[in-house]
């Protein structure tokens, strides 16, 4: 999951998940580090939003580029962020 999420989400959420990269400030990107945000939103929230996107947010959807096992792993990594 690592190794997917450096590839394809640090550019916006950063290496270490707090999105305070130039594009992750320029969109408001959210803090993948934020306590309260790793308590509001489930494993199938963030899988369904790397699988589908979210257009509001300019998220591209990576269905197409990552495989099912891939996202798991993404989100699964996403979760290590948690404090």
């Known amino acids: 999951g690592q ?15 707090k999105a305070q990269t ?4 320029e969109l408001k ?3 993948l580090t934020s306590a309260e945000l790793q308590a509001k939103i489930t ?7 790397i699988t589908e996107g ?5 998220m591209p959807a990576f269905n197409e580029k990552l495989s099912p ?12 962020f948690k404090k």
């Open 3 to 17: 190794k997917q999420y450096e590839k394809k989400c640090a550019t916006c959420h950063g290496k270490d998940g």
């Open 22 to 25: 130039d594009m992750g400030k």
């Open 29 to 31: 990107v959210a803090d």
């Open 43 to 49: 494993d199938a929230d963030i899988i369904k939003q």
């Open 54 to 58: 979210n257009e509001a947010k300019k």
């Open 69 to 80: 096992d891939e996202i798991k792993a993404v989100a699964t990594y996403v979760r290590t």
